[in-house]
């Protein structure tokens, strides 16, 4: 097998993730891309990639279905599947791979076009360039309820303004309760069961912060860009629609907190 392949089974071991023994395919072809039947879909409110046009499906396993019970955290049957291509002015570079296993955890691959765009093979684990490594996918990935990010009823169903789908998008995977930067206190995933509490809860969170969010989607330094991820180049026109949102918010009245004057 070759290192590539060996060394995210060492890291999952070694970190005692779920699914670590199994091996990832070499090709897209045998992750089932074409063989596969597969429904294409288009998040609402998408990630930021630095301007790449991006394509995405989704295959379930024949006669199985998603359990959409709880609305934020939908239950994807084991063997789902789910691709997302990236092209680059008119050329694909890359299509990233998620699969929920048999003992229900998940995995990630992200798999390399040739020039021609005629096969894409699987990335090296530790990533090159702006591709990401596999322990980045578990970084954005995992932190959230469910993995599969754009497949939501926040993402296909809630009509959320459009500041704050930008936000659960680009920042929200992360900044919730449960992720991997809960402890700085920015609520910014929005809800589908409460779009109004989590609306006014993003909004509570933000406006104290607002400068420092602002400073860090503008910032070019690696080290201090949000999001930290996958981005080189500053989103002009979604930092500008958050920063609209802000002003707008910060020149409405704070909600009253009951006490007497």
Same mark, same amino acid.
């Given at each position: 097998?070759?290192?590539?392949?060996?060394?995210?089974?060492? /890291?999952?071991?070694?970190?005692? !993730?779920?699914?670590?023994?199994?091996?990832?395919?070499?090709?897209? +072809?045998?992750?089932?891309?074409?063989?596969?039947?597969?429904?294409?879909?288009?998040?609402?409110?998408?990630?930021?990639?630095?301007?790449?046009?991006?394509?995405?499906?989704?295959?379930?396993?024949?006669?199985?279905?998603?359990?959409?019970?709880?609305?934020?955290?939908?239950?994807?049957? &084991?063997?789902? &599947?789910?691709?997302?291509?990236?092209?680059?002015?008119?050329?694909?570079?890359?299509?990233? #791979?998620?699969?929920?296993?048999?003992?229900?955890?998940?995995?990630?691959?992200? #798999?390399?076009?040739?020039?021609?765009?005629?096969?894409? @093979? /699987?990335?090296?684990?530790?990533?090159?360039?702006?591709?990401?490594?596999?322990?980045?996918?578990?970084?954005?990935?995992?932190?959230?309820? @469910?993995?599969? !990010?754009? #497949?939501? *009823? @926040?993402?296909? +169903?809630?009509?959320?303004?459009? *500041?704050?789908? #930008?936000?659960?998008?680009?920042?929200?995977?992360?900044?919730?309760?449960?992720?991997?930067?809960?402890?700085? +206190?920015?609520?910014?995933?929005? =809800?589908?069961?409460?779009?109004?509490?989590?609306?006014?809860?993003? &909004? *509570?969170? @933000?406006?104290? =912060?607002?400068?420092?969010?602002? =400073?860090?989607?503008?910032?070019?330094?690696?080290?201090?860009?949000?999001?930290?991820?996958?981005?080189?180049?500053?989103?002009? +026109?979604?930092?500008? /629609?958050? *920063? &609209?949102?802000?002003?707008?918010?910060?020149?409405?009245? =704070?909600?009253?907190?009951?006490?007497?004057?």
């Amino acid at each position: 097998m070759a290192m590539g392949n060996i060394l995210p089974l060492l /890291l999952a071991a070694a970190l005692g !993730l779920p699914g670590a023994a199994a091996a990832l395919p070499p090709r897209l +072809e045998d992750t089932g891309f074409e063989a596969l039947e597969k429904t294409p879909f288009t998040p609402r409110h998408a990630l930021w990639s630095d301007g790449s046009a991006k394509r995405r499906w989704l295959h379930l396993p024949r006669g199985s279905a998603i359990d959409t019970a709880q609305p934020d955290a939908w239950e994807f049957p &084991r063997g789902t &599947r789910a691709w997302k291509e990236f092209s680059e002015n008119g050329r694909k570079v890359e299509t990233r #791979y998620i699969e929920r296993l048999a003992d229900g955890s998940w995995r990630y691959a992200t #798999y390399l076009w040739n020039r021609e765009g005629t096969q894409a @093979v /699987l990335a090296p684990a530790e990533g090159l360039g702006k591709i990401p490594s596999r322990t980045d996918c578990l970084a954005c990935h995992e932190g959230a309820p @469910v993995p599969i !990010l754009g #497949y939501s *009823a @926040v993402q296909l +169903e809630a009509l959320l303004p459009p *500041a704050l789908g #930008y936000l659960h998008a680009n920042c929200g995977h992360c900044h919730n309760d449960t992720g991997p930067l809960a402890n700085v +206190e920015l609520a910014l995933a929005q =809800r589908a069961a409460a779009p109004a509490q989590s609306a006014a809860r993003t &909004r *509570a969170t @933000v406006l104290p =912060r607002a400068a420092d969010l602002l =400073r860090k989607m503008r910032s070019s330094y690696a080290l201090t860009r949000m999001p930290p991820l996958g981005v080189t180049i500053p989103d002009a +026109e979604g930092i500008a /629609l958050v *920063a &609209r949102w802000i002003q707008e918010q910060e020149q409405q009245p =704070r909600p009253s907190t009951g006490a007497s004057p």
